[in-house]
């Protein structure tokens, strides 16, 4: 099954559970995966995602007064310097509804998202790491960032720290999933203070509310350079490193199987089939482009900023 009609058959398994077997619109089916990627927003486009709200007893303030109070609505001013909580240039489709609860979180999905790396919104110290078992937040994160905020990430298919670990902005905490109460893989996100969620912030700019856009990370995006480490496979033979982002363009040296290389920008070149599928995204590594359809980051899609 190919990447994209994976997607699909998720899609039509969860309209049928949401709306009692209504047919999806037509378009979405003459999306490629490549702009499925790209437009998550128009591939999902006004699909009802849905997860339950938080355990007993870790409820938002507003919630525990007044569904309906959206006092929640103060603006984040001394807020820490938020991010998406995903890696430098990946397209998420966030999603935000007024039955959804917290009513200020937000819901992220993009096609193949299963086991997708989750970062950390913002440093700070791990609070919680639980999991609820087949219920509400299934396994999921808390991270307190100083002076009331704190950020959860629930839904989550894997936690990789622990209660007391300080991590830095852009650090990897987990991956996306669908555990709990959820109706499929995403990642439910939150920024909270003093316990109530408010409407979240990402790179200055406050989420859509309510509806659903595409949001680009700048998670750690021109930080020193330092890149997205990933591993080449191929079936044995070294990959040729180019010029520019295309088969025709010249060789400037070559990667090993198995070699270590880091990512320091992406850019979209010649399609090219590998050993993780088709691909027109090329990987700059500090000599030249390597195809990405053979270089192994642990997600799919784009990583890195774009290249100039």
Request: with cysteine; hydrophobic share 30%; proline share 4%.
């Amino acid at each position: 099954m190919t990447r994209l009609s994976s997607v699909l058959a998720h899609r039509i398994l969860v309209s049928l559970a949401l709306t009692s077997g209504l047919a999806l619109s037509g378009c979405i089916e003459d999306m490629t995966a490549e702009e499925a990627e790209a437009d998550p927003a128009a591939f999902f486009g006004d699909e009802q995602w849905w997860d339950e709200g938080p355990p007993a007893g870790e409820e938002s303030a507003e919630e525990l007064d007044a569904f309906d109070d959206l006092r929640a609505e103060t603006e984040i001013s001394a807020a820490p310097a938020f991010q998406l909580p995903f890696p430098c240039g990946q397209v998420w489709a966030g999603q935000t509804r007024t039955n959804h609860s917290p009513v200020n979180s937000v819901d992220f999905n993009r096609t193949d998202n299963v086991n997708d790396p989750v970062v950390a919104a913002a440093a700070g110290k791990v609070t919680r790491v639980a999991n609820e078992g087949n219920t509400s937040y299934g396994r999921w994160i808390e991270i307190d960032h100083g002076s009331g905020y704190r950020t959860r990430y629930a839904h989550l298919n894997s936690q990789v720290v622990s209660v007391g670990q300080s991590v830095s902005q852009g650090q990897k905490i987990g991956t996306v999933g669908s555990t709990g109460g959820s109706s499929g893989p995403h990642l439910h996100y939150e920024q909270r203070l003093n316990g109530t969620a408010q409407k979240p912030v990402f790179n200055g700019s406050t989420a859509l509310f309510f509806g659903t856009k595409n949001y680009t990370s700048k998670n750690k995006c021109g930080s020193g350079g330092s890149g997205v480490t990933g591993t080449v496979s191929t079936s044995g033979l070294p990959l040729t490193v180019r010029s520019s982002p295309s088969t025709g363009a010249t060789a400037v040296g070559s990667v090993a199987n198995g070699a270590k290389v880091t990512i320091t920008c992406q850019k979209n070149g010649t399609s090219v089939t590998g050993t993780f599928g088709t691909t027109s995204l090329w990987d700059f590594i500090g000599t030249g482009y390597v195809s990405d359809a053979y270089i192994n980051t642990g997600s799919d899609g784009q990583v890195a900023p774009t290249c100039n």
